[in-house]
């Protein structure tokens, strides 16, 4: 198993300026350099084709709808819509980093907790994604916020932030980053999956631990890549056990910071989740 991260920092919520994607980009060049020499060609679902339409200009398509990765396609529910940007970014540090159309996660009162699931119609290996305003601290929030994205792969049913058996993409109690900053992350499995829920939390900055979903954070999603083919690989473990959210977390926090960005890859060893960089 294989994961991809980078991360450049943003210049605040209210700055109405996108981050530069320079880790981040580095991450997905390298993510999709090892889909090559693997023989993959995913496709990436971009929504700049998503129509709108005048009456509806900034599209605000709510759950659910679905995702074109050729023969592929997947659909999304939960707490997400397709929304277009009449500038550079929705005020509040969200943006598309391809195009002016992006997945956003819209606080509403129906939402039973914030975060979406997408679900497959056949198994994938792959999975990569920009997301945007993901880490940031709310100061003015009491307690003290940090923003948090976990994955979980099981039904959405059994899914909740902390268990060990989620990818831990985004949690920096000790170093948040300003509002409006973009990250990647690919995955490459040797399991194939059918549904990834995407966990959008907010952790108190004193204790870590998770608040309620009324004080959770709100995250923007673009370029979402995924592929059909499945490849062989000598590890024997299934996805869950493989990715222990407790070892993706460690790796996680050894990424080194280079200016206001990050970038790092690390592999799963062992169904005992040891990270080695790669």
């Known amino acids: 198993v294989s994961c991809f991260f980078g991360e450049d920092e943003g210049f605040g919520d209210s700055s109405n300026i996108r981050a530069v994607l320079n880790e981040s980009k580095a991450a997905r060049d390298a993510f999709f350099v090892r889909l090559a020499i693997l023989g993959l060609s995913p496709v990436t679902e971009t929504f700049d084709s998503v129509v709108c339409g005048p ?8 759950t659910p709808f679905n995702l074109d990765f050729g023969d592929l396609t997947a659909e999304v529910t939960g707490g997400a819509a397709i929304q ?6 929705n005020g509040r540090g969200r943006f598309a980093t391809s195009g002016d159309t992006y997945v956003d996660t819209p606080r509403q009162a ?3 907790g914030l975060g979406f699931t997408v679900s497959f119609d056949k198994p994938t290996s792959v999975l990569g994604f920009y997301a945007t305003d993901v880490g940031e601290r709310f100061a003015d929030q009491d307690p003290p916020a940090v923003g948090h994205l976990e994955l979980c792969f099981k039904d959405p049913g059994q899914c909740a932030p902390g268990q060990l ?11 948040p980053v ?3 900053s973009a990250l990647f992350f690919g995955l490459i499995s040797d399991e194939a999956f059918t549904k ?3 966990l959008i939390h907010s952790r108190n900055e004193l204790t870590g631990e998770f608040l309620l979903d009324s004080a959770a954070d709100q995250f923007g999603f673009d370029d979402f890549t995924a592929g059909t083919r499945q490849f062989a690989v000598p590890e024997p473990a299934g996805i869950v056990l ?5 070892g993706l977390y460690a790796a996680g926090r050894r990424i080194g910071r280079r200016g206001g960005s990050r970038f790092s ?3 799963a060893l062992s169904t005992h989740s040891r990270m080695s960089p790669a």
Do not use: E, Q, Y
Not at 55 to 62: E, T
């Open 55 to 62: 009456a509806n200009p900034a599209c605000d398509i709510r």
């Open 84 to 89: 277009r940007l009449s500038t550079s970014t």
């Open 110 to 112: 129906s939402d039973v």
């Open 165 to 175: 058996d989620n990818i831990v993409v985004k949690d920096d109690l000790l170093n």
């Open 178 to 180: 300003p509002g409006g």
């Open 196 to 198: 990834v829920t995407f």
């Open 242 to 246: 493989l990715l222990a959210g407790v």
């Open 265 to 267: 890859v690390w592999v």
